[in-house]
């Protein structure tokens, strides 16, 4: 079934469509509401603390206009012989339609002391029974009705879903059968099958998940003969005493793991988590200079060119006592530059390539890659991280991730690797000076900014917005007039964000970088690893939006120099949560907080990308379903895994994708 069958899509609304990532029927009715609106009749002496007023229309309907973009139309509502002053604000286009006599159900708040009802929202028919109406987040190009008229006008063709669920565990659970649990989903008729539809489609995706790490923990244990490795001892404790600096005991700790896993007879399949700044490199470093020693070679791999480079100029500069020949691989090189790159990575000329995951769809031939380094490993999904470790001759694969995660999660989400913990930074650490702030107090950070900028420093704005969409949050476009404005287009004004092409964004970060900017506005896209030595403060606007690991990580981006450093936390909401940040500078901490304090929010923003973003799953939320997943999905791989799979079709498909992008 192709969308353009359905209809109400047309051209228009198919280019909108796929602005939202769907771009097939699957995606379309996999498109779930990320909330639902319970409308329930009440009686209007409870509806003090908002709910649903059903009536008839008793008075003819007037405008007010307050001023310019605000008015409100005000009539009056007979509901079961009370009459009710109606309130509704920028309706005024309403009037016409509402009628004597007519049927109305008004969802808002009553003051009874006033006797008036203030609506949010007004529907033209009369409520009896309860409705269960979808939300869905869209764009400005598709309003919510027209989409669920679309979503309908699909749920009634004849269609198929593939199904993950291993049947005798669908029997196991009573699970409802996936299509019915899908039309559910946007045409729920009760709170309870709702909850049912849910539960399974949360549970078929974490089933998918866990089976995949599952999967790969036990490739590891099987295909694990290891490279012939003599490690010589002296010679790295050498190397790591002419460093500038001595490691921490973490650190120390982690260079023994991973010497230990040189050693022993199983491949290395590590993840180094750390804080920002906790000095994961260095261990990654002295890894690459054991693995040079044994005269293998090694590639290193970064999620952005910007941060390939970074890591290509400091091996560079580590190693520049030593005969390690290193090159950089990206797209902006010529055709012939790659060209050479190859053939000398075929004919062992270089030791170490570094450069973005890009380099794992090159066809690359090591002579003898000893070892894999993935930095920023939470970018990378796991169907990437079988790939890494089938490149070249089962090589040795290290990770890193500067998400802190409590434990527990760690355990289920990186299940398939041993872990190495940083958690103490290197002393002499200033940490960033954290203060929450009230927009009404915003004098107080301009002031601040203005001390900065003369001392020459920089400055990181984050809004959490493009373009205005709504009253309520700041957007990096407006922010620039306003910053602008306050310093008289003195200062010099970058700004980022996630719509502009890849290699722009990376000019203007590596421009920012140079100094050819004083004040970088963006979204979120600033958080991954960039050092721009010389900012000092980073400016967060609706800080309330965002978890507190995500907050953590945004402030890391500040406080890599010796001056002192500023966080300001902007935000009218929900102070307590923020004040952990003000106390703390410890990720593993403040992200157990988050996960305590946070509802039903996404503490893993920065985190769900590749598989583990999810359609419809919240691993906080739903960490029981997690866990019962995994376990259901061991014991689905241990009892195929001999047949290869052979009586369940769609997971030998799973795996063969796994294997594939080899
Ligand atoms: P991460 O990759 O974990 O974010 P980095 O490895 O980039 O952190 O380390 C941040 C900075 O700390 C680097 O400039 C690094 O040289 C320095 N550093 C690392 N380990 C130590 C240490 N033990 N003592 C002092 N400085 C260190
Ligand atoms: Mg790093």
Do not use: W
């Not at 069958?5 to 771009?23: T, V």
């Not at 994961?280 to 910007?306: D, G, H």
């Amino acid at each position: 079934m192709q969308l353009e069958q359905i209809s109400g899509i047309g051209p228009k609304m198919l280019e909108n469509l796929a602005k939202l990532g769907i771009n097939s029927f699957e995606e379309l009715i996999t498109y779930y509401p990320y909330k639902y609106l319970v409308l329930r009749p009440n009686s209007i002496y409870s509806l003090e603390n908002g709910g649903v007023l059903v009536g008839k229309i008793d008075s003819i309907a007037r405008v007010v206009y307050i001023k310019k973009n605000l008015n409100y139309l005000t009539f009056r509502v007979n509901s079961n012989n009370n009459l009710v002053k109606i309130i509704i604000f920028n309706r005024a286009f309403l009037k016409s339609k509402l009628k004597i006599g007519s049927d109305i159900t008004l969802i808002g708040k009553y003051d009874k002391q006033k006797n008036t009802f203030t609506a949010s929202d007004i529907r033209f028919y009369k409520l009896t029974k309860t409705l269960i109406e979808p939300k869905y987040h869209l764009n400005s190009g598709i309003k919510n009705n027209n989409f669920l008229k679309i979503i309908n006008n699909a749920l009634v063709q004849n269609f198929d879903l593939v199904d993950y669920i291993p049947v005798y565990l669908s029997k196991t659970y009573n699970f409802l059968d996936k299509k019915n649990a899908v039309k559910i989903m946007h045409k729920p008729l009760t709170s309870a099958s709702l909850k049912q539809a849910k539960l399974r489609l949360i549970y078929e995706e974490l089933f998918v998940f866990t089976f995949k790490i599952n999967y790969l923990k036990f490739k590891n244990t099987i295909n694990s003969s290891s490279l012939k490795r003599d490690i010589d001892c002296e010679q790295i404790k050498s190397f790591i005493d002419q460093l500038p600096f001595a490691l921490t005991s973490d650190q120390t700790t982690a260079v023994e793991e991973i010497i230990n896993d040189f050693n022993s007879k199983k491949r290395m399949n590590r993840l180094i988590l750390g804080d920002v700044g906790s000095g994961k490199t260095i261990v990654a470093f002295i890894a690459l200079y054991a693995n040079y020693l044994n005269s293998y070679q090694a590639a290193m791999m970064a999620p952005t060119e910007i941060l390939a480079k970074q890591h290509y100029e400091a091996i560079n500069n580590i190693f520049s006592n030593y005969n390690i020949k290193t090159a950089l691989l990206i797209g902006s090189l010529t055709k012939k530059e790659k060209v050479k790159i190859k053939s000398d990575i075929l004919n062992n000329k270089i030791d170490i390539l570094i450069g973005t995951h890009a380099i794992l769809s090159e066809d690359l031939e090591f002579k003898n890659l000893g070892l894999v380094i993935t930095d920023e490993q939470h970018r990378f999904g796991v169907n990437q991280r079988s790939c890494l470790q089938n490149k070249g001759q089962k090589p040795d694969v290290l990770y890193m991730s500067a998400t802190p995660i409590p434990r527990t999660y760690a355990l289920s989400l990186y299940g398939d690797m041993d872990t190495s913990l940083i958690k103490t930074k290197p002393k002499g650490r200033k940490p960033v000076k954290t203060i929450v702030k009230k927009n009404a107090e915003i004098k107080d950070v301009l002031h601040q900014v203005l001390e900065q900028l003369k001392m020459g420093h920089q400055i990181y704005i984050v809004a959490p917005t493009i373009d205005q969409n709504s009253n309520e949050l700041e957007n990096v476009n407006q922010l620039k007039e306003k910053f602008n404005k306050a310093f008289n287009n003195i200062v010099k004004i970058g700004v980022l964000h996630g719509k502009q092409q890849p290699s722009l964004k990376e000019q203007i970060m590596l421009d920012f970088k140079n100094k050819k900017y004083n004040i970088l506005i963006s979204t979120t896209v600033i958080e991954v690893g960039i050092d721009v030595e010389n900012a000092t403060m980073i400016i967060i606007f609706n800080a309330e939006r965002f978890g507190l690991a995500t907050l953590h990580q945004l402030r890391g981006r500040v406080g890599r120099n010796s001056f002192d450093s500023f966080c300001y936390l902007i935000s009218d909401q929900n102070p307590e949560r923020l004040k952990v940040l003000e106390s703390s500078n410890d990720g593993f901490y403040i992200s157990e907080q988050d996960f305590k304090l946070r509802g039903e929010g996404d503490l893993f923003g920065t985190l769900q990308s590749g598989d583990m973003n999810f359609k419809i799953a919240n691993l906080q939320r739903d960490y029981k379903i997690l866990i019962q997943a995994k376990k259901d999905s061991l014991e689905f791989l241990k009892n195929n895994i001999e047949s290869n799979f052979k009586n369940e079709k769609i997971y030998s498909n799973i795996i063969s994708k796994m294997d594939l992008i080899d």
